[in-house]
């Protein structure tokens, strides 16, 4: 294998939406390869989210401290989400706390926004850190005015693809705090398309699950008006209320049930069983094709 094959490999499988084991196989054989030649901290942090997708956490954490010996900003931030969120099995405030502060020091601006926003929800919720409510809402505020303006950021990030759904979400909430409802649900509806996006761009990257989740049920919460119709996240509102759905894909009908369940909600649809709305939303598939990936073209809903 040369360099320039084994890029090749790398870049087949980031523009491949599907992969097989012979792909995945592929893709490690080159990042291997090009780590041991280039001893590049980018081939490190890239094989470590490919692990952190597979769910291989040691070997995530392994690849990401590799990186973060060359001083990768990148990685400080892998490492902090690693410890934030326990990856591995274990969480760790005092270092997820450290690697954060780490990738803030960051001259990239969105790597460094990125760092920042979990370090004001370190102190939103007193992790490691003494709660300062004011200092959390200090930290937001100045972000999101820092996104208003992503003409004004140093990133290598193109500006088509600069967006913090989740700072929106932060957002929303103290402007519901604030009694400035339309505001809050306005951020709440950009942050739910950008969440949809990223699920259907990425369907393996489950954290964006639970984000859209999240952004979901507070709209239903704090805005019920279908004005716009239902889509697929809807059923996270829908199961909890006992209702199911359903929608067309390739002029076929497709029907979503929501079943109670030893005291849960099971989902059931084209003839297999998911025992939540998150199960659902990680496995269901229609032809081998994850569904939130085929999100753009599902239609025409309906509540059943």
């Given at each position: 294998?040369?360099?320039?094959?084994?890029?090749?490999?790398?870049?087949?499988?980031?523009?491949?939406?599907?992969?097989?084991?012979?792909?995945?196989?592929?893709?490690?054989?080159a990042?291997?390869?090009?780590?041991k030649?280039?001893?590049?901290?980018?081939?490190?942090h890239?094989?470590?989210?490919?692990?952190?997708?597979?769910?291989?956490?040691?070997?995530?954490?392994?690849?990401?401290?590799?990186?973060?010996?060359?001083?990768?900003?990148?990685?400080?931030?892998?490492?902090?989400?690693?410890?934030?969120?326990?990856?591995?099995?274990?969480?760790?405030?005092?270092?997820?706390?450290?690697?954060?502060?780490?990738?803030?020091g960051?001259?990239?601006?969105?790597?460094?926004?990125?760092?920042?926003?979990?370090?004001?929800?370190?102190?939103?919720?007193?992790?490691?850190?003494?709660?300062?409510?004011?200092?959390?809402?200090?930290?937001?505020?100045?972000?999101?005015?820092?996104?208003?303006?992503?003409?004004?950021l140093?990133?290598?990030?193109?500006?088509?693809?600069?967006?913090?759904?989740?700072?929106?979400?932060?957002?929303?909430?103290?402007?519901?705090?604030?009694?400035?409802?339309?505001?809050?649900?306005?951020?709440?509806?950009?942050?739910?398309?950008?969440?949809a996006?990223?699920?259907?761009?990425?369907?393996?990257?489950?954290?964006?699950?639970?984000?859209?989740?999240?952004?979901?049920?507070?709209?239903?919460?704090?805005?019920?008006?279908?004005?716009?119709?239902?889509?697929?996240?809807?059923?996270?509102?829908?199961?909890?209320?006992?209702?199911?759905?359903?929608?067309?894909?390739?002029?076929?009908?497709?029907?979503?049930?929501?079943?109670e369940?030893?005291?849960?909600?099971?989902?059931r649809?084209?003839?297999?069983?998911?025992?939540?709305?998150?199960?659902?939303?990680?496995?269901?598939?229609?032809?081998?094709?994850?569904?939130?990936?085929?999100?753009?073209?599902?239609?025409?809903?309906?509540?059943?």
């Amino acid at each position: 294998m040369t360099v320039e094959e084994a890029r090749g490999y790398v870049t087949d499988y980031y523009l491949s939406e599907t992969h097989s084991d012979e792909d995945k196989f592929s893709f490690v054989e080159a990042l291997h390869f090009l780590i041991k030649e280039r001893n590049d901290p980018n081939d490190m942090h890239n094989l470590a989210w490919f692990y952190a997708e597979e769910r291989v956490f040691d070997l995530q954490l392994k690849y990401l401290e590799m990186a973060a010996k060359q001083e990768f900003f990148p990685a400080y931030e892998g490492l902090g989400y690693y410890w934030y969120y326990g990856h591995g099995g274990t969480v760790d405030y005092e270092k997820a706390f450290h690697y954060f502060s780490k990738g803030a020091g960051s001259k990239d601006d969105y790597l460094r926004i990125g760092c920042e926003c979990k370090l004001a929800d370190m102190y939103h919720y007193g992790y490691y850190v003494g709660k300062d409510e004011a200092r959390y809402k200090g930290i937001i505020e100045r972000l999101f005015l820092e996104m208003s303006h992503p003409e004004d950021l140093r990133t290598v990030v193109d500006m088509e693809f600069i967006c913090e759904p989740s700072l929106d979400v932060r957002v929303a909430e103290i402007r519901l705090e604030q009694g400035r409802h339309a505001e809050a649900v306005k951020l709440l509806r950009r942050a739910r398309v950008i969440f949809a996006e990223y699920l259907r761009s990425n369907p393996s990257w489950w954290g964006n699950i639970e984000e859209i989740e999240n952004v979901v049920m507070r709209l239903h919460e704090n805005s019920i008006d279908w004005e716009d119709g239902i889509d697929l996240y809807d059923l996270f509102w829908l199961a909890r209320e006992g209702l199911s759905m359903s929608f067309c894909y390739q002029k076929c009908r497709f029907k979503v049930e929501c079943l109670e369940d030893e005291g849960g909600i099971a989902i059931r649809f084209n003839n297999r069983w998911y025992r939540d709305t998150r199960d659902f939303f990680e496995k269901a598939k229609i032809g081998g094709r994850p569904l939130t990936a085929l999100y753009n073209d599902l239609n025409r809903y309906r509540i059943a």
